[in-house]
């Protein structure tokens, strides 16, 4: 059961399937997951009796392969957010990159969006590439040494940033930039819509596209709702 004063990330939280139906309603449950779900609905225009209807149709539909978030170490899902989002995301940027370049070559002239997509890819990858190197060699590697700390029952390892707390808000920051551009992304492409005169390359960027931003969406929620949470708790109980 769902209610219009839950908040959308623990929906996305306890109900995994639950970030399909978001996507296709585009209800931000990422970088907007502190939002209730009542305003979420109103915002994207439908019911919450609908979207409970959705859930309920979608929810056989789970990958059971994929491990429950919630209870694995946040070691475990350091590991699964690394294998699984940061790979695919580093081999995406390298296609996009050559995928826009080509398009623009071929349609930039009869479609000037083309140019501003073009730019707002380059800046989410060069943007990405930056936020996931310090996720990889400074925030991640803290708090698997955080988790260490506790269960070896040692100090907690020294910080330089002061506390876990302020990569976290810088890395929620920088998320809320990417969502921020894929947003744009979306309105430039009118939902990724290819034009009558789009080659099968315009077609091929645009469902890329669209691919990419399902799986920032899954990254930026394990972070931001799953994740960083567990690693602030992990220093709150590690004496330092």
Known sequence: MISSSMKVRDVAINSPHATRVFEKLKIDYCCGGDRQLGEACATAGVELEALEQMLEETSPLVNDSKPDFQEISPAELIGYIL??????????????????T?????????????????????????????????EEQILFPFIVELEQSRLQDRRAPFAPFGTVNNPIRMMMIEHDTAGEILRELRKLTSDFTVPADGCFSYQTLYQALEAFEQDLHQHIHLENNILFPKAIGLEQSVPS
């Open 102 to 134: 080509k398009v623009v070559s071929a349609h930039g002239e009869n479609h000037s969006e083309l140019l501003a997509v073009k730019t707002l890819v380059r800046q989410l990858c060069e943007d990405l590439t930056q936020h996931m190197f310090k």
């Open 83 to 100: 294998e699984t989002h940061h790979v695919f995301t580093k081999t995406e940027m390298a296609r996009l990159d050559a995928l826009t």
